[in-house]
């Protein structure tokens, strides 16, 4: 697999970003831990420098991450 397969993460509002590899797992299949930072909208956008494919060329995801449920003890 290829080792340039870049991962950039963001959250709207705002300007938290997060770069990184992505791993190569087989096929063509690959895989990235993603850790949001606090509740709110992130897009995902995959670059691969070596086929000059920039980060905005291909689709992007999006998700919304939030405030984890703490269980409440009566």
């Known amino acids: ?6 991962v950039l ?3 709207s509002p705002g300007n938290w970003q997060q770069r990184q590899f ?3 797992v087989e096929g ?11 509740a709110g909208a ?3 956008f995959v ?5 000059n494919i920039d980060l905005d060329e291909m689709p ?7 405030e984890p ?3 409440q003890h009566p």
């Open 1 to 6: 697999g290829r080792h340039d397969v870049v």
């Open 42 to 44: 992130y897009a995902v």
């Open 22 to 24: 992505a791993n190569p």
């Open 28 to 38: 063509g299949v690959y895989d990235a831990e993603i850790t949001p930072d606090t």
């Open 60 to 66: 992007y995801w999006s998700f919304q991450a939030t």
């Open 9 to 11: 993460i963001t959250r």
């Open 47 to 51: 670059g691969v420098p070596s086929l």
């Open 69 to 71: 449920k703490h269980a």
